[in-house]
């Protein structure tokens, strides 16, 4: 079973809004990590938010993490059309763990 | 910035062929990683390497080999392409603290 798991599946808003992507985890971890992949490309790294850490920011995005309910939060504040792309979260579970991806939320900002 | 290419943005092979698939980065990085993306299943990692020779495998390694013979350099290869590799492959690299991981722009492999 996948350690991430991020939700929604797709979300689709308008130009202005603001989106915000779950991420679910089952084992405790060192970090947890936010990626962007616009179509057909690589994924770039966005933040990443340490277990001791609450909440990060960086630009219009706000990432918080709750280990106690093994979840973190990816929020975009003012989206543009430049936004859409799909967002992954990875969890390191530390030395000897694989990097754990999720399926990805599909974020459409429409203008 | 950290560059990290791939020798092939679109590739097509027929079952049976040897394929490679090669991934080079220019930051030193000591680990380099191979992950298949398959739609709904996100990133699979294949194999990953943390030094020079050194590979270790990951989540799905059946049916794919590796090569890391100098720093900069991660091949992967698919000894007998099947038509369930059909698949985006992608190369990323890393400082050896584990953290930030850094991608190439994938290789869509369609194997007939």
């Known amino acids: 079973s996948q350690q991430g798991e991020e939700d929604p599946q797709a979300l689709s808003i308008q130009e202005g809004e603001n989106a915000t992507m779950n991420c679910s985890y089952k084992?405790?971890?060192?970090?947890l990590q936010w990626y962007r992949q616009n179509s057909g490309r690589g994924l770039v790294h966005l933040i990443l938010i340490r277990s001791n850490e609450r909440e990060k920011h960086s630009g219009r995005l706000r990432v918080t993490l709750d280990t106690s309910k093994k979840s973190s939060s990816l929020l975009i504040t003012a989206s543009r059309a430049a936004d859409t792309a799909s967002y992954f979260c990875?969890?390191?579970?530390?030395?000897?763990?694989?990097?754990?991806f999720g399926p990805g939320t599909r974020l459409s900002v429409l203008p | 910035d950290v560059k990290v290419t791939q020798s092939s943005r679109y590739l097509v092979k027929r079952t049976g062929e040897k394929v490679f698939l090669e991934c080079v980065q220019d930051m030193d990085h000591e680990n380099m990683f191979w992950y298949r993306q398959d739609p709904g299943l996100g990133l699979r990692l294949i194999y990953f390497s943390y030094d020079v020779k050194m590979k270790e495998k990951g989540d799905i390694p059946e049916g794919y080999s590796v090569s890391r013979e100098k720093k900069e350099r991660f091949s992967l290869i698919l000894e007998s392409a099947s038509t369930n590799q059909t698949s985006m492959y992608l190369c990323?690299?890393?400082?050896?603290?584990?953290?930030?991981?850094?991608f190439g722009p994938g290789t869509r492999l369609l194997v007939l």
């Open positions: 990875a969890t390191d579970a530390g030395y000897g763990q694989n990097f754990v």
């Open positions: 084992t405790s971890i060192n970090n």
């Open positions: 990323a690299s890393s400082l050896q603290g584990r953290e930030t991981q850094y």
